[in-house]
């Protein structure tokens, strides 16, 4: 960082924000593997929290690698800078005092814990979307565990490359079983209700 950059505190502060907008700010932070149902849940989620007047913005894995990362491939180097590019943006949202919600396979915890350590306390919620591998596979929306196996895909998540789930994450949502994911959304709602969130 160059001496002459200072960060300038403006007039209106994350608290004058989360007043306007009727709620607190939070980044809720899915992980888990290709497959594992996070964007499906995300998009729910969003769409109910929108319904009851929620400030939200998502952010999924592949539109982020249309624009603000559409320079990286999917080295661990690439992985991990994506990563860090995601967590930067989400703790501007919510010091906008908005909710953020992120989609990404975010495989490291050290790269997880270094978006945390970005926010205010409490409000970055890890929520691992926990799913077996082989139902993952199943699934293979994008046919990608198929290419992964034979070797068209290198250092894919799950196969050739590892994923480290979270320790302790503030959520964990089971989803090897689509008819949960309304049981899963209202786990997050009530999450984020207890908490004096939302």
């Known amino acids: 960082m160059g001496k002459n ?28 593997l290709s497959g594992s149902g996070k964007s499906t849940i995300a998009n729910e989620l969003e769409a109910q929290l929108n319904r009851i007047g ?11 690698r249309h624009g603000l990362s559409s320079d990286l491939a999917f080295s661990i180097e690439e992985i991990q800078e994506n990563n860090r590019r995601i967590g930067e943006v989400a703790r501007l949202f919510v010091d906008a005092g908005m909710i953020i919600i992120t989609s990404f396979i975010s495989p490291f915890r050290k790269d997880r814990n270094k978006v ?3 926010m ?13 591998i082989k139902v ?40 090897e079983n689509k008819d949960k994911i309304k049981d899963n959304v209202k786990k997050v709602i009530d999450y984020l209700t207890s908490k004096g969130i939302i």
């Not at 209106?12 to 980044?27: D, M, T, Y």
């Not at 205010?120 to 926990?130: A, L």
């Not at 565990?145 to 959520?171: C, H, M, Q, T, V």
């Open 136 to 175: 993952c596979e199943k699934r293979d929306p994008k046919g990608l565990y198929k290419k992964a196996r034979k070797g068209l895909i290198k250092n894919f998540i799950g196969i050739s490359s590892p994923y480290e789930p979270p320790l302790k994450p503030e959520i964990l949502l089971q989803n």
């Open 5 to 32: 950059i200072v960060w300038h505190k403006g007039k209106v502060n994350a608290q004058n924000r989360e007043k306007l907008n009727g709620h607190k700010g939070a980044c809720l932070w899915f992980t888990g």
């Open 120 to 132: 205010p306390e409490e409000r970055f919620i890890e929520i691992h979307v926990d799913c077996d």
């Open 54 to 64: 929620v400030h939200t913005y998502l952010m999924d894995g592949d539109n982020i």
């Open 116 to 118: 945390r350590s970005l």
